[in-house]
């Protein structure tokens, strides 16, 4: 086990390393984020002092290296628009982003695992059609075009939702929470829904198709002949092992809905971090845009560990020095 | 006593897109307590369809669509839901071919044990565990109470086997349906399996039907035997008068393809052709195309007849006793 985190970590580093080259680099072949920043009155000579104050005047090398050097200290360096450090922005913004990811998450397998457990035992019905119909739209329709819809239907035809911002929220251990309010529940609800669109429709592929297969297996059949009851077998003996597949899938799909949320969040005004990413890379913010994919980096690598330890809960089989044969 | 089990022209059909086609066509079979009978076939003859038809458990394609079945006196046929799964676990119980497969890889022997258990019977955690040990003691498995804790994948095949045989008596059932359940076992596991299920059904009295193709299982078994064609028995009777005397060209061409039973250096008889499939049965005798004595009464359907040594025969032209 110990092992297996340490090559983990090691894959982890190795891909940070080569993300900060491309972004670094990348980011300076765009355009001199100096330019954005300065008034149309400022000189040459005006120029000159803010480069100097951000470090922008040395090679690019140069930057390279002393951005590895304050790395290594832990230091990510103080975004360029807001002169604090960048890390301090993303952990303000995180919570709202994380709210809204674990929100669309607890939809998507609330609505999206029943729909798909009966698709997968009705699989002729019309009721089973519509579902796979709908979550092929789910898969296939823009975010943006449905988040457009929502507005549209909900907030301006209908007026019941609001469709900007958070809303009232609740510090709960002083992180901001809105699914305790009323109001920031009303604020949640469609870019939650929204978000959880393409997890949802997977959810209802990925569990039709498993209870498909498992409904056919012996070990079903063996526990229905023994008179086990029809909610038992379903509930447990088959979901269990439709689980596996669900789980993994959505833990890789669940990092890349936090990392990537940018679309809803722009949207719906949402505060998070996916936002700021987006006004970050407009004025080519690069201390902001290189923390942000460092934190996305480490977050992938952590929620892919929490999969794999999820995952061999699940299946006794791949459990690791579980004295197996 | 009436048998515990009974079927009488029992007819299952599977729904395809060819229209709805036979896969038991006229089941009539009766078991007695204590009794072993072995029904035996080729592949598609209907033996497991007859097993499913039995517990409601058939592939939702298939349907019974007329005959009766008795269990105790009672029938059962159609029965569906709550009303059958009190049936299943309790009265009849079943047992099936890969023990790898039978029990569920992601939970705990324990679990799938103690499921069975309460799904006709209420009690304490204690006493259900000391119930389960002792269930898994009876059929001859070390160490019960660790096993409870394992998963199946830490267990031998013939262990699985043993606590699938164990779930299936948990309750006693009057009948048990065992589906090829040694097949995909080691020989000498094949034996130990057939011993004990054989053990437990005499002392506790249970009926058991045990599906098979392997006549050598048969012989070692069973008290009578049902040779299944095509969706119908053609022959069924005594073990020992049917498998010495075979009445029915297609039980004597089984008993010969059989190697062991055949001198050494010669050629194997095979029975030539294949059993037809569903979609394209004969209106006569199933078996005629391939038999070695079919004549022009053959395009007829055979009905069962009698044929000595309390047999029952299913030809026009059977093979005189004693001839084999």
């Known amino acids: ?325 | 006593m009436a048998p515990v089990l009974e079927l009488r022209g029992l007819r299952t059909v599977f729904a395809t897109a060819a229209g709805e086609l036979p896969a038991l066509d006229g089941i009539d079979l009766a078991v007695s307590r204590g009794e072993i009978v072995a029904l035996v076939g080729e592949s598609g003859s209907g033996k497991s369809v007859t097993g499913f038809s039995v517990t409601g458990l058939l592939p939702s394609v298939a349907r019974v669509v007329a005959g009766s079945v008795r269990l105790n006196g009672t029938e059962i046929a159609g029965l569906r839901g709550e009303a059958m799964r009190r049936l299943r676990g309790r009265h009849v119980a079943m047992i099936f071919q890969d023990p790898m497969m039978t029990l569920n890889p992601v939970l705990r022997i324990g679990t799938q044990m103690r499921d069975a258990l309460f799904a006709h019977e209420r009690m304490g955690g204690r006493a259900a565990a000391d119930r389960l040990e002792r269930a898994l003691a009876e059929v001859g498995i070390a160490e019960p109470r660790a096993r409870l804790r394992q998963y199946p994948h830490e267990l031998s095949g013939g262990m699985r086997q043993r606590v699938a045989i164990a779930i299936a008596l948990l309750h006693g059932p009057d009948l048990v349906i065992a589906d090829e359940p040694t097949t995909a076992l080691d020989v000498t596991i094949q034996g130990q399996i057939l011993a004990l299920v054989q053990r437990l059904a005499r002392e506790k009295g249970t009926a058991l039907i045990w599906i098979t193709h392997d006549l050598a299982v048969v012989a070692g078994i069973a008290d009578r035997i049902a040779v299944m064609y095509a969706g119908r028995i053609v022959e069924e009777g005594p073990v020992d008068a049917v498998l010495d005397s075979p009445a029915h060209p297609y039980t004597r061409g089984l008993i010969d393809s059989v190697p062991a039973t055949h001198p050494k250096g010669q050629r194997l008889p095979q029975i030539p052709g294949r059993m037809p499939t569903l979609a394209e049965l004969p209106d006569g005798c199933a078996f005629a195309p391939r038999c070695p004595r079919r004549s022009g009464a053959c395009a007829d359907r055979p009905d069962p007849a009698p044929a000595g040594g309390g047999r029952m025969v299913r030809c026009f032209h059977p093979l005189a006793e004693g001839r084999a």
């Open chain 1, 1 to 325: 086990m110990i092992e297996f985190i340490i090559r983990r970590v090691a894959q982890a580093m190795l891909v940070l390393f080569v993300m900060t080259l491309l972004v670094f680099f990348g980011v300076h072949v765009i355009g001199n984020p100096v330019y954005i920043f300065a008034s149309s009155e400022c000189t040459r000579e005006c120029l000159d002092e803010i480069m100097a104050n951000l470090g922008l005047d040395l090679p690019i090398w140069q930057q390279y290296l002393m951005f590895l050097g304050n790395l290594a200290e832990g230091d990510l360096g103080k975004s360029f628009t807001f002169g604090v450090p960048a890390m301090s922005l993303i952990w303000e913004r995180f919570p709202a982003t994380l709210e809204l990811a674990t929100a669309s998450l607890a939809i998507a397998v609330a609505v999206g695992l029943p729909l798909g457990l009966y698709a997968g035992m009705r699989p002729d019905s019309l009721v089973s059609r519509a579902i796979m119909g709908f979550s092929m739209l789910g898969f296939s329709v823009p975010i943006f075009w449905i988040g457009l819809i929502f507005i549209l239907t909900f907030s301006v035809r209908l007026g019941w939702l609001p469709s900007v911002g958070r809303g009232q929220t609740v510090q709960v251990f002083g992180v901001p929470v809105s699914v305790l309010t009323r109001d920031g529940l009303a604020h949640l609800v469609m870019p939650a829904f929204t978000l959880s669109l393409i997890m949802m429709s997977m959810v209802i592929r990925l569990t039709r198709a498993g209870m498909r297969e498992v409904l056919h297996a012996d070990y079903i059949r063996f526990a229905r002949a023994s008179g086990v009851r029809e909610r038992r077998v379903i509930g447990l003996h088959a979901m269990k092992n439709i689980l596996i597949p669900v789980v993994t899938v959505l833990g890789m799909e669940f990092a890349s809905v936090i990392a990537f949320a940018v679309v809803t969040e722009s949207i719906f005004s949402w505060p998070g971090v996916g936002k700021m990413l987006i006004d970050a890379i407009a004025v080519l913010d690069r201390p902001l845009i290189v923390a942000y994919l460092i934190f996305v980096v480490v977050m992938f690598v952590t929620i892919n560990l929490c999969v794999d330890i999820l995952y061999s809960l699940l299946d006794p089989r791949v459990r690791v020095g579980g004295g197996g044969p």
